[in-house]
Nanobody, 123 residues
Framework: QVQLVESGGGLVQPGGALKLSCAAS????????MAWYRQAPGEQRELVAS???????NYADSVKRRFIISRDNAKSTVYLQMNVLRPEDTAVYYC?????????????????WGQGTQVTVSL
C-alpha cells in the first residue's frame, strides 16, 4: 500500500525556520502531485502548498514568499521549507497525494494522507 510519513516538526521561536519532510513508499511517486495541508485546533484543514509532478508550485496567500515546497523524485520525498515562522503558523501539518490512489486488484481508490507532524511557533 501507498504510505506517507512526515517528519521535521517541532518547537521554534517566531522568526525561525523548519524543514518538513514527507517520505512516500509503495507507489510510483514521480507520477503524483503532492501537497501540504495544516490544521490548527478548532480550525478547518487548509491547503498550504502544492507541487505538480512536473514541479509547478502554488501557495496559500498567508505563506507565499515565506514557505517553499519542493520534491526529490529519486528519494520519493516532498519537502516544505518554512521560513520567518509566525505564531499563527502553529498547526499539525499533513502531507497529501493530490490524486486518488487506485491499487490492484480491483478498484480500490482512496485519498492518501500522512499521519501529521506538529509545528509550534512560540517564545
Amino acid at each position: 500500500q501507498v504510505q506517507l510519513v512526515e517528519s521535521g516538526g517541532g518547537l521554534v521561536q517566531p522568526g525561525g525556520a523548519l524543514k518538513l519532510s514527507c517520505a512516500a513508499s509503495g507507489s510510483a511517486f514521480s507520477g503524483y502531485g503532492m501537497a501540504w495541508y495544516r490544521q490548527a485546533p478548532g480550525e478547518q484543514r487548509e491547503l498550504v502548498a502544492s507541487i505538480t509532478r512536473d514541479g509547478f508550485t502554488n501557495y496559500a496567500d498567508s505563506v507565499k514568499r515565506r514557505f517553499i515546497i519542493s520534491r526529490d523524485n529519486a528519494k520519493s520525498t516532498v519537502y516544505l521549507q518554512m521560513n520567518v515562522l509566525r505564531p499563527e503558523d502553529t498547526a499539525v501539518y499533513y502531507c497529501h497525494v493530490r490524486e486518488l490512489v487506485c491499487e490492484s486488484p480491483g478498484p480500490r481508490c482512496r485519498e492518501v494522507w500522512g499521519q501529521g507532524t506538529q509545528v509550534t511557533v512560540s517564545l
